[in-house]
């Protein structure tokens, strides 16, 4: 069992930066690999980032690489997902999710057991 929480998403304007935060609990976290999804209002929930127990392999959604990236420190129960260069199709609620699978960061949403509330993020112009 891994509960997470998401926060840090507020309305910024586009080229800006946002760092948004996944505090987790439970003693079994550093067993678990972590995601970042997000669905903008319509539209199904997509795949942004994960990474592994160990944050030896990261994966990201094709358009997104090199301008967000996802970190983890296993010492302090937290996930991070730092966003450079907004733009307004950013705009979408975030979602931090737990898979336990430790090794594979899986990119269907499908294979995460425990998934936080979500925090929204507005960009605009």
């Known amino acids: 069992q891994v509960d997470v929480e998401e926060s840090g998403g507020r309305s910024v304007q586009t080229g800006g930066s946002l760092r948004l935060s996944c505090a987790a609990s439970?003693?079994?976290?550093?067993?678990?690999?972590m995601g970042w999804f997000r669905q903008a209002p319509g539209k199904e929930r997509e795949f942004v980032a994960g990474?592994?127990?160990?944050?030896?392999?990261?994966n990201y959604q094709g358009s997104l690489k090199g301008r967000f990236t996802i970190s983890r420190d296993n010492a302090k129960n937290m996930v991070y997902l730092e966003m450079n260069s907004l733009k307004v199709e950013d705009t979408a609620d975030y979602y931090c999710a737990a898979d336990q699978n430790p090794d594979l960061p899986y990119q269907s949403p499908r294979y995460y057991e425990y998934w936080g509330q979500g925090t929204q993020v507005t960009v605009s112009s």
């Open positions: 439970g003693r079994s976290f550093s067993r678990y690999s």
């Open positions: 990474i592994t127990s160990s944050a030896e392999r990261r």
